[in-house]
């Protein structure tokens, strides 16, 4: 119930590469590092990204897999371990096979947190650098404040109207 979502191994508020990643670690651990696992859960809320950031967290499992000794399937397998439930789960399984004792264990959490990361890395903005993370209605004041305001000429008989015209409201406001 982190995310605000019902309960789900799949929440949709959580990067799929991360969670399919962090599902088949889960079941294969012992009890003692399992424990270790629950900070995560509340680090991956949030991290479900864009195409582009799931496609390079996928290619980073492949890598993490590789680093570990697994090699990519063969065949028609090499086509689907690219996907985003895939290769998390095929990095878990080669960090399980390299023993999740120790220093395995270690490297597989630290994966986990470089993969969430990349995640909160600064993305490029379309917006200009002026107007980024800033309130809309201070930008505008500031703006207007360069701006000189137009004066305008009031004849001596609209200025004589409108003090009469605020006088009159004063007295209605103290009458009442």
């Known amino acids: 119930m982190l995310a605000g979502e ?3 191994d799949r ?3 959580a990067s799929r590469v991360i969670a399919a990643f962090l599902r088949t670690y889960n079941d ?13 859960a509340a680090l991956i809320v949030g991290s479900a990204g864009g195409r582009r950031l799931e496609r390079e967290r996928t290619s980073r499992c492949l890598e993490f897999a590789r680093s570990l000794g697994a090699g990519a399937p063969a065949g028609r397998g090499a086509m689907g371990i690219a996907t985003a439930e895939a290769s998390g789960t095929w990095a878990a399984r080669a960090a399980l096979r390299a023993g999740p004792a120790g220093e395995g264990h270690t490297r597989a959490l630290a994966f ?4 969430v990361e990349l995640g909160t890395q600064a993305r490029p903005s379309r917006w200009p650098a002026w107007l980024r993370g800033r309130d809309p209605a201070a930008v505008v004041e500031e703006a207007l404040a360069h701006v000189p305001s137009p004066r305008r000429e009031t004849s001596p008989t609209v200025q004589a109207q409108g003090e009469a015209h605020g006088a009159a409201r004063r007295r209605i406001h103290i009458g009442s």
């Open 11 to 13: 929440p949709a508020s």
């Open 28 to 40: 294969g651990v012992d009890d003692e590092r399992r424990q270790d696992l629950y900070p995560l």
């Open 112 to 115: 986990v947190q470089e993969l």
């Open 6 to 8: 019902p309960f789900s």
